[in-house]
């Protein structure tokens, strides 16, 4: 078995409507050092596959058919943990 | 600057709809290796801070304040880079 991560981020250019709130907020909480916040998804997946390249293929595959919005949104996979 | 990833996690035990949701679809796509997939959040920020170690405490702090349901959440920061 393996364990994969999914990162999912916004492309530069689309709104961030949540990480613009979030910033606003935390203004207004005093932590005026913080000047930009970007929020995306972090997917932890476990899965099975023949070898970590097979895993890193699925991975891609399942973001690119259902986890990622390709138009707007860019994704990283890695492997962390396999027993293969 | 410093640049820090958050990652947001929901607790064990906690009900995942969304990643339930994720894995009934990925199997209704013929993805039957896929096991389990958690659902969390990964934020990117940009701030400034007089050293590393005090990055992550402030990474800390807003996740604490603001970003992360402790209730129910589980929270990881990290920094990736920094001019100090």
Redesign the interface.
Known sequence: ?FIGNI???LKEGVLDPA?KA?NN??RD?G?T?????????????????ESKEEAIR?LE??SE???ANLVIENYRVEVVEGDK
């Open positions: 078995m990162y999912i981020t990480g979030a907020k935390l909480l932590f050092n913080i000047n930009n916040i970007k929020m995306g998804k972090f997917i932890e997946v476990e899965l099975e596959a699925q595959a399942i058919q259902l986890l």
